[in-house]
């Protein structure tokens, strides 16, 4: 069963970080390329930034400079490093991969940035 699983979402004052991570299950994740999207109360879904299968990057411009995607492909995992949070990047955040022959989403994580 082709799969990814969020984690690490919660609650983070102004200013501060949080890493999230996407498990993927059921594809050969060295093969695919990875994205992280998110969608903040009444808006609608948006891309945060991507990974290659060659590690290679790209990113909106309201990520750059604050958040950083990796992936451990040994452990068939995918990170979001998010720093300098702000209220607006409140939002459910989404891991996505997709192959030649398979596109899939996780159920999200929720990031509350909040004093």
């Known amino acids: 069963q082709v799969q990814l699983v969020e984690s690490g979402g919660g609650s983070v004052q102004p200013g501060g970080r949080r890493r999230l991570a996407c498990v993927g299950s059921?594809?050969?994740?060295?093969?695919?390329?990875l994205a992280w999207y998110r969608q903040a109360p009444g808006k609608e879904r948006e891309s945060v930034a991507h990974?290659?299968?060659?590690?290679?990057?790209n990113y909106e411009d309201f990520a750059k400079g604050r958040f950083t995607i990796s992936r451990d492909n040994s452990k068939s995992t995918m990170y979001l490093e998010m720093n300098d949070l702000k209220p607006e990047d409140t939002a459910v955040y989404y891991c996505?991969?997709?192959?030649?022959?398979?596109?899939?989403w996780g159920k999200g994580t929720l990031v509350t940035i909040s004093s």
């Open positions: 059921g594809f050969t994740f060295s093969w695919s390329v």
């Open positions: 990974i290659g299968h060659d590690g290679a990057t």
């Open positions: 996505r991969a997709a192959g030649l022959d398979f596109d899939v």
